[in-house]
Nanobody
Framework: QVQLVESGGGLVQAGGSLRLSCAAS????????MAWFRQAPGKEREFVSG????????YETDSVKGRFTISRDNVKNTVYLQMNSLKPEDTAVYYC?????????????????WGQGTQVTVSS
């Protein structure tokens, strides 16, 4: 069982930056692939970025490449999402997710554990 707690969301102007954190419980954090998803009002949840257990493989959706960076600290049991050059279309609730399998890291249904979400609002 893994519990995930996100933090770091907030209100920022377009062009600004935020860093999201997701703290995980448990002793086997490094065996989990971690990911960030987001869901904007009236839209489906979408994959943002993912990282393998060792941190050696990173997955990203095209819309955030060059702007967002995922990383993890397996000593602190935490995964991060550094978000730069934020745009109003990045406004959403951001969710952290975890799973032992890396078979399909882009698919939300593949993840067994989810955080409660943190709101990111980007004003124009």
């Amino acid at each position: 069982q893994v519990q995930l707690v996100e933090s770091g969301g907030g209100l920022v102007q377009a062009g600004g930056s935020l860093r999201l954190s997701c703290a995980a419980s448990g002793r086997t954090f490094s065996s989990y692939v971690m990911a960030w998803f987001r869901q904007a009002p009236g839209k489906e949840r979408e994959f943002v970025s993912g990282i393998s257990g060792s941190g050696g493989r990173i997955y990203e959706t095209d819309s955030v490449k060059g702007r967002f960076t995922i990383s993890r600290d397996n000593v602190k049991n935490t995964v991060y999402l550094q978000m730069n050059s934020l745009k109003p279309e990045d406004t959403a609730v951001y969710y952290c997710a975890a799973d032992r399998s890396e078979t399909d890291p882009f698919r939300g249904a593949a993840y067994d554990y989810w955080g409660q979400g943190t709101q990111v609002t980007v004003s124009s």
